[in-house]
């Protein structure tokens, strides 16, 4: 069902809530605030009654009223595919091959899969495996503080949608632990998660060198990419200095630049911060 006007998004994949009420071109109120200690760890949801507290709290405090939310979940609680195959392939062989692909255990993950589009060459699938239990306690956190769930998708398909590169790597250093989305074809196809541990003031640039290489040839050594000049994103709220951009250009063989906003995103809007919660109000349905 398409939907319009203001919508409430959600962040509850890291240690800090985000949230954000609005719609893109108007006017957006957002805020972030802390968990208690051992609550919310790693985009985990321990506590359900912690975290649906201190989500009611901050809402409470941003002066959001909207009770329909979209969430997002960490990457940390599921498994995602990307699968290409042949066009007349049937929805029972999708079944198949999805089952073969994310061979999980049914009872603790639960399995679902969304056609991205065919042509005559292959039919594109989009599957993820799912904590069933900590899906769970991310809408049973929602509903402690007096939301109603409408939606729970992963954190790495909100960053796909609201960067403005259809192929490219987004580095979330706002986000602790440090995440990486590679994104192709406007879809997510890797993810990963380090620790950045600079002083402050250091130069950033040689702790994202090996993490960075790793996805990048993880996902150059499938035959059926071409990922060669796509520009690598940083999210971060301290300026990126020249020298940093350029030194990793170099190193990675990619342009490296700060993250630019979405389109209708005002330029005062602390977009790397709420670039998740973007990504879900862009969302074409509910």
Not at 123 to 128: F, I, S
Not at 149 to 178: G, H, I, T, Y
Not at 195 to 223: E, H, N, T
Request: hydrophobic share 45%.
């Amino acid at each position: 069902m398409p939907v319009t006007g203001p919508r409430l998004a959600v962040d509850l994949t890291g240690s800090l809530i985000r949230v954000l009420d609005g719609a893109l071109g108007g006017q957006m109120r957002c805020g972030s605030g802390g968990t208690p200690a051992g609550s919310l760890v790693d985009g985990k949801v321990v506590d359900v009654n912690a975290v649906g507290a201190a989500l009611r709290q901050l809402l409470a405090r941003t002066e959001i009223s909207e009770s329909r939310a979209l969430i997002a979940a960490s990457d940390a609680v599921a498994t995602f595919r990307v699968l290409k195959l042949p066009p007349a392939m049937t929805d029972p062989d999708v079944d198949a091959v999805v089952a073969r692909e994310l061979a999980l255990d049914p009872a603790r993950m639960s399995t679902r899969w969304v056609d991205l589009g065919a042509n005559t060459e292959q039919r594109l699938v989009y599957a993820a495996a799912w904590d069933r239990a900590q899906i769970k306690n991310i809408t049973d956190a929602a509903r402690a503080a007096g939301l109603d769930p409408q939606v729970v998708e992963l954190k790495s398909a909100c960053m796909a949608r609201a960067v403005p590169e259809a192929a490219c790597v987004v580095v979330d250093l706002v986000s602790n632990p440090a995440e990486i989305v590679l994104v192709d074809d406007s879809v997510p196809q890797a993810w990963h998660t380090f620790q950045v541990d600079v002083p402050a003031g250091d130069d950033i640039g040689p702790v994202l060198v090996s993490p960075l290489q790793m996805v990048l040839r993880f996902y150059k050594r499938r035959r059926d990419t071409q990922f060669d000049s796509s520009p690598v994103f940083l999210a971060t709220e301290q300026p990126l200095s020249a020298r940093t951009a350029s030194a990793l250009s170099k190193k990675l063989e990619h342009p490296v630049v700060a993250l630019p906003a979405p389109g209708r995103v005002p330029k005062e809007f602390r977009h790397a911060t709420y670039l998740t919660c973007l990504g879900l109000i862009m969302r074409r349905s509910a």
